[in-house]
């Protein structure tokens, strides 16, 4: 079964600046798919990014971006230019490529805080 | 973008009453959605696998005749929280994602008070 391991519980950063989330998953899959989710406190969650593990050029999505180490089955998110709206918990999720089920299996969680 | 409609959003009632929450996909057809139930600061855990037609897959632990899941169209899911009791008070919220396409959409949860 995949597992997904998100170390760091809590971070902060300071407005303005740059933070990275990291995440680290196993799988013996070699086509898979990759995520960053945000949940504010509002709850909903929110699709940050998305990464498929057959590319090998990075995902980037404005301030977000991702460095996908496939052969460390590292996965971490970047932020960058940290905004206060940024604050929120951040999942990070693998999905199987093979099935069609869609079924996602999910990191613990960190929370990020971001001070003005 | 897919997006999926999760009703309501909030429910307080009295310990022994029976709760349905549904699960909509407003504009794509969904054979399967997810069901998941969350704790405060803490992650999702999938209880339940919703499958169009067919009976739900749940995961270990979750007790299938305390939450009963349909799923009788392709756009709706409904997880029955049966005879629930102050233990059930949680968040709970559902997913769908479309075929062959990588992420999760997710409803906006609902958040289950049982008195």
């Known amino acids: 079964a995949q597992t997904v391991t998100q170390s760091q519980p809590e971070m902060s950063v300071q407005e303005a600046e740059t933070v990275t989330l990291s995440c680290t998953y196993d799988t013996s899959e070699s086509d898979y798919y990759l995520f960053w989710y945000k949940q504010p406190p509002s709850r909903q969650m929110i699709l940050v990014i998305r990464q498929e593990a057959y590319k090998q050029q990075n995902a980037t999505e404005n301030r977000f971006s991702v460095n996908f180490q496939k052969a460390a089955k590292s996965f971490s998110l970047k932020i960058s230019d940290s905004q206060l709206g940024d604050a929120a918990m951040y999942f990070c999720?693998?999905?199987?490529?093979?099935?069609?089920?869609?079924?996602?299996?999910f990191g613990d969680g960190t929370t990020l805080t971001v001070k003005p | 973008g897919a997006v999926v409609s999760q009703h309501p959003s909030r429910v307080i009632c009295k310990s022994g009453t029976s709760v349905k929450i549904e699960c909509r996909s407003l504009d794509f057809q969904a054979t399967t959605m997810f069901w998941y139930r969350q704790f405060p600061k803490k992650s999702l855990m999938l209880m339940a696998t919703?499958?169009?037609?067919?009976?739900?897959?749940?995961e270990q632990g979750v007790e299938k005749d305390k939450f009963l899941i349909n799923h009788a169209s392709l756009t709706l899911s409904t997880l029955t929280v049966t005879s629930a009791h102050p233990e059930d008070s949680s968040f709970y919220i559902c997913s769908a994602s479309l075929p062959e396409e990588g992420p999760q959409h997710f409803g906006d949860g609902t958040r289950l008070s049982i008195l």
């Open positions: 919703s499958n169009e037609g067919s009976k739900a897959t749940y």
């Open positions: 999720a693998y999905r199987s490529a093979s099935t069609n089920a869609g079924k996602s299996t």
